[in-house]
């Protein structure tokens, strides 16, 4: 599929991802909708820090994904679209799982119901690795069994078996995405390497932190942009789950001391009992298998981790950035 003047919706765009997404998909010469959380500061979340003259080719929709009324209204007239709107902090879904499940299942049963009614051409439904649980094999590929061990985790297989379903019932033109752990530029403090860069820079030399042995596997977020778009012009993927990944892994310990070497050496670690998930839903290990999106699409990783921690690093040095963030608490 040639994305060239393709009308498309991305849900989420003013998320981390979505944002980075929306960018590419206007490079790529797309009509680009963005579907933003609706709220009563009629902010676009990340979509407001992006150039004016780019903001002036986006067309925004403000909406809620819970609302089938406003998600088929946004879709229609649609060719492709990018389904990103979830709510994904894995601490808050301990505390708030009804929420999970009324964004995440019922928000993307809304896209596929509007998808099917408007015979839209490409649907790219994001899961992510956090399907998996920790690790039986290495690396992870796409035959990996689901494990639940979060509420995250669970309302995100749900959505996943329902675009299965969808597919395999009604014939519907969706691909499952799958990326690992996404970093870069504009990401939330809910994730790690947000975390340890705004504390650094705020200048803590106490570095508070969870479980340092967990391993993940790190995919700069220009890099899982570039994922989705390649999986929705190759006529290969409908149909399919395919992973986003690197197949390089990394510890927390690992991660921590690295950002500390760079950013300040006189800086420690500490663990915070509040930053530890409980035992049985910690995910030890998560290395993805990235053979299918390399067998199917022209997608290959430009970044590695050094790379995309140095692009992170700047953005966050910047100090209207930093100012965003509130590195002094512990972000749910």
Known sequence: MDLKNKKVLITGADGFIGSHLTEQLLEEGCQVRAFVYYNSFNSWGWLDSLPKETLEKIEIFSGDIRDPNGVKTAMKGVDVVFHLAALIAIPFSYHSPD??????????????????????????????????????????????????QSPYSATKIGADRLAESFYKSFELPVVIVRPFNTFGPRQSARAIIPTIISQLLSGKEEIKLGNLTPTRDFLFVKDTAKGFIEIAKSDKTVGEEINIATGVEISMGDLANHLIEIINPKAKVVTEDQRLRPAQSEVDRLLGCNKKIQALTAWKPQFDIKKGLNQTIAWFSKAENLSQYKSNIYNL
């Open 99 to 148: 929420s999970y499940v009324d964004t995440n299942i019922k928000g993307t049963l809304n896209v596929l119901q509007a998808a099917r009614d408007l015979n839209i051409q490409k649907l790219l439904v994001t899961s992510t690795s956090e399907v998996y649980g920790t690790a039986r094999y290495v690396p992870i590929d796409e035959k990996h069994p689901f494990q639940g």
